[in-house]
Structure formats: C-alpha cells, structure tokens
C-alpha cells in the first residue's frame, strides 16, 4: 500500500543526545515536510523539502537537521541544542503543482 | 506572512446535531487554498475539506461543508448530523498557491477540540 511511514512511534532519549526521526513515504511526491505538534500550538513547520537534495528552513528549525537523499526519505534529526524537543512531530509528503499533502501517523519524542 | 486562527479552543455538540467550527486567516495572496483536517484520538491527521480561494461555490464533503466568505477571510466548517466518530481535533489550514513547479507549506491554526456526545 502507498502511503508515509514514520518510526518509531514512540522514542525516549537522554538530555544532550541526538536523535533521529524516519519518514519514508511511496507516494513518489516531490515535496516533504516536518512539522513539530505541541499542546495547545497547532502545527508548526520545522524543515521542508521540494525537490532531492534540497531543504529550506521553516519557523521553527533551530536546533534540528535534516537530509533530503532520496526522493523517498527525509529524517529528521533532533540535535543537543533544541531546548525543548519533547513533542509530536509529524511527517507530510505532497505533490508539486497540487494542494495536497498526506500525513505520517507520528513520532512522539520524549526526552528525559 | 499568513496567519490562522480559530478562535474556539473547545466545541461540543449532541450526536445528529448540528456543529459549525469558526475559522479566520490573514494574507496578501490572492490564490491559495484552505483546509479542514480532523485529527482523532489516534493522532493520524485526515483530510476533511479543501476550499479553492478561486472558487465561490463552497466545497461539501457529504456531512461536512463549508462557509468560505473570502472578503472577510473567514472559512467556517459545518458538520451535520454529528456522529461519536468526529469527535477529535479540528485544525483549519491555509496553503499560498505557488507557481512554477512547487508546493506551498501549509500554515496551521492551533485547533478546535470538538467532543461528541451520545
């Protein structure tokens, strides 16, 4: 079945660690997107993507990476300087000239 | 820079009633999209509604619909004859449209927890 696939659903991790988030879809979309999920705050995007080997900043995107590779992929890494990494983060993949955009099921990110 | 609000933190409704779901933005643009995405207890972000900022004719999805009043940027989501599933988060959504081979990013407001009542 096509679809975005994110994993683990749950990840704990130590303070001052590194982390990284999958987000695998099969839809062939060009663009792809994380977005961070905080009680309370909606959405907010972190990173984006349009095309293999190219990624733009979003609001929020201090304190966190990513690569673009394959046109499949697009982790998401939650490095020592984000002050607050505990939350949702949710994976989106979509088509270039369509408004759409199909949702991953979520990681939730604890750290400790 | 575009904004959404929705300014009803928390709805409930008695199940087959009627509910409607508020919803406002802000932008320059003149062509973009707007959404409604329900988010259930399982956090798995759905799809309800997509509205043409182009198109008068306000979108329907069988008991969903919508009010989209562009002079007034607002964009309301109606449900009838509400059922136990629809209970879970409603996030209203704008997307500029872009030209040129790219999609826009979708701007969220902050959501509306609806609860439905048997």
């Known amino acids: 079945d096509g679809g975005i696939t994110q994993s683990p659903k749950y990840l704990f991790r130590k303070e001052g660690q590194n982390v990284t988030l999958s987000c695998e879809q099969n839809?062939?979309?060009?663009?792809m997107y994380w977005y961070r999920q905080d009680p309370g705050q909606g959405l907010r995007l972190i990173y984006y993507?349009?095309?293999?080997?190219?990624?733009q900043k979003g609001d929020i995107a201090e304190g966190y990476s990513v690569s673009r590779e394959k046109k499949e992929s697009f982790p998401l890494t939650v490095t020592s300087a984000q002050k607050n990494p505990t939350a949702f983060y949710l994976c989106a993949s979509g088509v270039r000239d369509r408004a759409e955009a199909f949702f991953g099921q979520g990681t939730r990110l604890t750290v400790v | 820079a575009q904004t959404v609000t929705q300014s009803q933190p928390e709805m409930s409704v008695q199940e087959a009633e009627t509910v409607t779901l508020s919803c406002t933005y802000d932008?320059?643009?003149?062509?973009?999209?707007l959404f409604w995405y329900k988010q259930p207890p399982s956090r798995q972000m759905i799809l309800v509604i997509r509205q043409e900022a182009y198109k008068q004719q306000n979108a329907t999805e069988n008991r969903f619909s919508v009010n989209f009043q562009k002079a007034a940027k607002s964009f309301s989501l109606k449900i009838s004859d509400s059922q136990l599933g629809d209970t879970a988060m409603y996030f209203c959504?704008?997307?500029?449209?872009?030209?040129?081979?790219?999609?826009?990013?979708?701007?969220f407001g902050k959501g509306t927890k609806l609860s439905v009542k048997p």
């Open positions: 959504a704008f997307m500029k449209k872009n030209y040129g081979g790219s999609q826009g990013n979708l701007i």
């Open positions: 993507s349009q095309i293999v080997n190219d990624f």
């Open positions: 932008t320059s643009e003149s062509n973009y999209y």
């Open positions: 839809l062939n979309h060009d663009a």
